[in-house]
């Protein structure tokens, strides 16, 4: 399903459903090196009016329609490969429930929590995580789906680029492993030297050059490559949207009853006072009382009290010896 046309969405990116994040990859600027945008190709440049007088300018080859609809059509699906996967791989609900007039309520929990135990099992069967998406590190549902709790968005936040790369490849079972991003072929090609098998010429001509025929046969080098440039562009939106949420987040853990009008007035009024030192005024007249030449010279204290003039006996006590 294509939301390419839907508005970009602005919440934090681990709080993304599947068409948000669809709706966030179409919005990348396309053809952009090492990033998510090198998924569509860029839209064809005219040379302009002053390279053409002036300076020759380097002649970069524009792809012909047939060549632009192709890889437009191959972002595409390796775009909806991407939330196949992710779909599969999550049972995250939102327990949003619509009163009718449009206002969503999100206080109904669920009836049940599930049983959550470590994801260290390489089960396929009932679905679930079939794309090999999740890495060890998350935590799956203890039933048979094999999938995590957590939303779409949080595990793109988190993936690996093996899991990247098995969810834009739309191959059941995946086809690199999730954390070292190894072909399986060679990891299989590494076990049967092992043990000694001697047919591994079929194996070998596999690997990074293998074609992965569910996405629109591409090479599974290039995969990877596409896989890592969207890779780079989801950190930067997680971070710049970690950037955005720690004061509220802060917020949250200090006093919660704070909204985020009251959050807003808090940081502008210490930024004008503390920063430009505006408000009060208490700045300047700390430092006009800091002032040297206004201040009254005061000599030092050089006499002792009386009771410092005289030594203490060490048998009676008595400071006073003229006594």
């Not at 669809?22 to 990348?28: D, E, M, P, R, T």
């Not at 090196?33 to 080859?61: C, D, H, R, V």
């Not at 080098?221 to 971070?239: H, N, P, Q, V, Y």
Request: aromatic share 4%; proline share 6%; with cysteine.
């Amino acid at each position: 399903m294509n939301y390419s046309k839907a508005p970009t969405p602005s919440k934090p990116f681990w709080d993304l459903s599947v068409p948000e994040i669809s709706q966030w990859i179409h919005a990348l600027t396309p053809g952009i090196p090492n990033t998510g945008g090198m998924l569509f190709p860029a839209p064809a440049k005219q040379p302009s009016a002053e390279g053409i007088i002036g300076q020759k300018q380097k002649i970069i080859p524009q792809p012909t329609p047939e060549e632009f609809a192709a890889k437009k059509a191959l972002g595409e699906l390796l775009v909806n490969n991407l939330m196949t996967a992710l779909s599969s791989a999550s049972s995250f609900s939102s327990n949003t429930t619509n009163d009718g007039g449009g206002n969503n309520d999100m206080s109904a929990p669920d009836t049940k929590r599930q049983k959550i135990e470590h994801n260290s099992t390489n089960d396929t069967n009932g679905g679930g995580d079939k794309y090999k998406v999740l890495d060890p590190s998350f935590a799956q549902s203890n039933h048979k789906s094999n999938t995590s709790e957590l939303s779409p968005g949080a595990i793109l936040s988190r993936i690996t680029l093996g899991g990247l790369v098995n969810g834009m490849s739309g191959v059941e079972g995946g086809c690199v492993d999730t954390l070292s991003c190894i072909p399986l072929s060679d990891l299989q090609k590494d076990v049967d030297s092992n043990q000694g098998d001697s047919n591994t010429a079929a194996a070998a001509t596999k690997g990074i050059d293998a074609v992965i025929d569910t996405a629109g046969n591409l090479v599974l080098k290039d995969l990877i490559r596409l896989a890592r440039g969207l890779l780079r562009s989801i950190s930067a939106r997680t971070e710049m949207d970690v950037m955005a949420t720690t004061p509220r987040r802060i917020a949250d853990l200090l006093c919660p009853e704070v909204s985020d009008s009251e959050l807003k007035a808090i940081r502008r009024r210490v930024y004008d006072t503390v920063v430009l030192g505006q408000g009060t005024n208490a700045s300047s007249n700390l430092a006009a009382l800091e002032d040297e030449s206004k201040e009254i010279p005061v000599s030092a204290q050089t006499t002792k009290s009386e009771v410092e003039q005289w030594k203490k006996c060490t048998l009676c006590g008595n400071n006073d010896q003229a006594s």
